[in-house]
C-alpha cells in the first residue's frame, strides 16, 4: 500500500518523500509536539501517513488519527503496526465531536475520554472556513489538553483554500484558543516569537511557518 501513495509535496510519503530538507522540516514539528506527548491519549488531525503518530507513540499514549485520505489512513496503519485508531473524516463538513463521540455520548457520557493532546500541521489551510474545524477541536480536547498546529504564511498553492498572514492566523486561533507559546519555523530554524520582540518584518513570505501550542480559552 505504501507504493500507491505518490509524493506531491502536500504530504509525507515513507520511502518517497524526494527532498530530506522538506522531510527534516516535518520532524522538527512534531519533534516539538513530543515534548507534550507523555500523555495517555493523542490525536492527530490530519495525520497522512502517520509518521508523525509512530515518533510521538513512542512515549506510551494512545494514538488516534483522522484523515481525509483513505490511502494515506491504510499506509499511517501499516507504518504503525495497526497500533492506531485512524479514521477518514471531511474536516470541512463533519463535526470533530459527533465523529468520535456521539456514540458514547448516548449512552453515557462519563465513558467520553476526550483527547490530552492534539496536533493539526498544515490543515488549515486546506480549509475554506477553518471556524467549524477549531470549535470541533476544542470539544474533543481537555480543558487541560493542549493544541500544537502549524499554518504556511503567504505561500499560494493549487492545494491551500486560504492564504494567511501572521496576523490572520493568529487572529483566527485566538477566536478558540489561549496562545501558551508562538514559534516561527524557517526551512530548519525555529525560533520562539518572544524572542524577535513582536518583530513582524519578513514573516509574511513563502517558506515561513507559524507554530502554536495552545490551550482552550477559560
Same mark, same amino acid.
Given at each position: ?16 518523500? *524526494?527532498?530530506?530538507?522538506? /522531510? ?12 507534550? @506527548?507523555?500523555?495517555?491519549?493523542? +490525536?492527530?488531525?490530519? *495525520?497522512?501517513? #502517520?509518521?508523525?503518530?509512530?515518533? /510521538?507513540?513512542?512515549? #506510551? @499514549?494512545? %494514538?488516534? #488519527? ?9 499506509? @499511517? ?56 474545524? +477549531? ?9 487541560? #489538553? ?27 486561533? =485566538? %477566536? ?8 516561527? =519555523? ?9 524572542? /524577535? ?20 480559552? %477559560?
Amino acid at each position: 500500500m505504501i507504493n500507491i501513495l505518490q509524493f506531491t509535496g502536500e504530504r509525507i510519503v515513507p520511502n518517497k518523500t *524526494c527532498h530530506p530538507l522538506t /522531510m527534516a522540516e516535518h520532524l522538527i514539528r512534531y519533534s516539538l509536539a513530543t515534548q507534550y @506527548a507523555k500523555v495517555g491519549k493523542i +490525536l492527530d488531525v490530519a *495525520c497522512g501517513t #502517520g509518521y508523525g503518530l509512530k515518533i /510521538m507513540g513512542w512515549l #506510551g @499514549a494512545e %494514538k488516534y #488519527g483522522a484523515d481525509i485520505s483513505d490511502e494515506a489512513l491504510q499506509v @499511517a496503519k501499516e507504518l504503525n503496526h495497526d497500533d492506531i485508531l485512524a479514521t477518514k473524516i471531511d474536516f470541512e463538513k463533519e463535526n470533530l465531536f459527533k465523529h468520535f463521540f456521539y456514540a458514547i455520548s448516548q449512552t453515557d457520557v462519563n465513558l467520553i475520554k476526550k483527547f490530552d493532546l492534539i496536533t493539526s500541521f498544515e490543515t488549515i489551510e486546506h480549509l475554506d472556513d477553518a471556524n467549524l474545524f +477549531l470549535k470541533g477541536i476544542t470539544e474533543i480536547l481537555k480543558d487541560t #489538553g493542549k493544541f500544537i498546529y502549524s499554518i504556511p504564511l503567504a505561500n499560494p498553492s493549487k492545494y491551500h483554500k486560504v492564504i494567511y498572514t501572521f496576523e490572520s492566523a493568529i487572529e483566527l486561533i =485566538q %477566536k478558540y484558543f489561549e496562545h501558551e507559546e508562538i514559534f516561527i =519555523q524557517e526551512s530548519l530554524e525555529l525560533v520562539n516569537f518572544k524572542r /524577535m520582540n513582536g518583530n513582524l518584518n519578513n514573516l509574511n513570505k513563502r517558506g515561513i511557518f507559524v507554530i502554536g501550542i495552545c490551550h482552550k480559552k %477559560k
